[in-house]
């Protein structure tokens, strides 16, 4: 069974731009989440969806967001990209809200 | 606030050696879960302890969750080079599903 895929892998954007990340969930899997990953701040949960439905979200500003769509990918959108928002952005996807979680291999985002 | 604080930040260890990471909070949890991670890649899921008092083997790794359920610790018998990343915890945080990790222990295992 294929995995957890992100596209892109790798992304340079300028600050002010705005960016889009995609995650494939695990055929069957229906819950998907994202996770910002940085040096200093470690793994911090961005949102969690659900049957197309945000079911919960971290404390990130307005400029993160994303969607589900009916075959369970998802997508985070963020938006005028400031210099802090180099990361690695994760998803995780599981069958269902609080079943075990599996991660695809992230996007590194680089903001200059 | 739930914080899942871990320990050591890091570890360098001959092979063969074994080591004890422990993850600890002043928070109880369902479950907690430990993950590895390498370079350039997602975190990869290696135990989830649900029961205090629970002990979970895979190979030379042993997963222990205290018995309050605020606690856990992986401990590593005969350490490989392979064994070398980043190992984090999680667990479920309050009102709703939301995961939160530890700052993770970065384990290298020398030759």
């Known amino acids: 069974k294929a995995g957890v895929t992100q596209t892109p892998r790798y992304l340079i954007k300028t600050r002010g731009q705005q960016v889009t990340l995609s995650c494939s969930p695990i055929?069957?899997?229906?819950?998907v989440s994202w996770y910002q990953q940085t040096p200093g701040q470690g793994l911090q949960f961005l949102f969690e969806?659900?049957?197309?439905?945000?079911?919960n979200k971290g404390n990130f500003p307005g400029r993160f967001s994303g969607r589900q769509f009916s075959n369970s990918r998802s997508e985070m959108n963020v938006s005028t990209l400031e210099l802090g928002d180099s990361a690695l952005y994760l998803c995780?996807?599981?069958?269902?809200?609080?079943?075990?979680?599996?991660f695809g291999p992230g996007t590194r985002l680089t903001v200059t | 606030t739930q914080l899942l604080e871990q320990s050591p930040q890091f570890l360098s260890i001959q092979e063969g050696e074994n080591l004890t990471v422990y993850c600890n909070s002043s928070s109880v949890f369902s479950s907690l879960q430990w993950y590895r991670q390498e370079p350039g890649e997602g975190p990869v899921l290696l135990v989830t302890v649900v029961t205090g008092g629970e002990v979970k083997k895979l190979k030379r790794l042993t997963f222990q969750f205290g018995d309050a359920r605020k606690d856990s610790s992986l401990h590593i018998t005969a350490a490989q080079p392979g064994d070398t990343g980043l190992y984090l915890c999680?667990?479920?945080?309050?009102?709703?599903?939301?995961?939160?990790f530890g700052a993770g222990t970065r384990l290298f295992v020398k030759a």
């Open positions: 999680a667990g479920d945080g309050t009102g709703g599903f939301k995961t939160i």
């Open positions: 995780a996807s599981s069958l269902a809200p609080n079943y075990e979680q599996y």
């Open positions: 055929s069957g899997h229906r819950s």
């Open positions: 969806y659900f049957s197309e439905t945000q079911r």
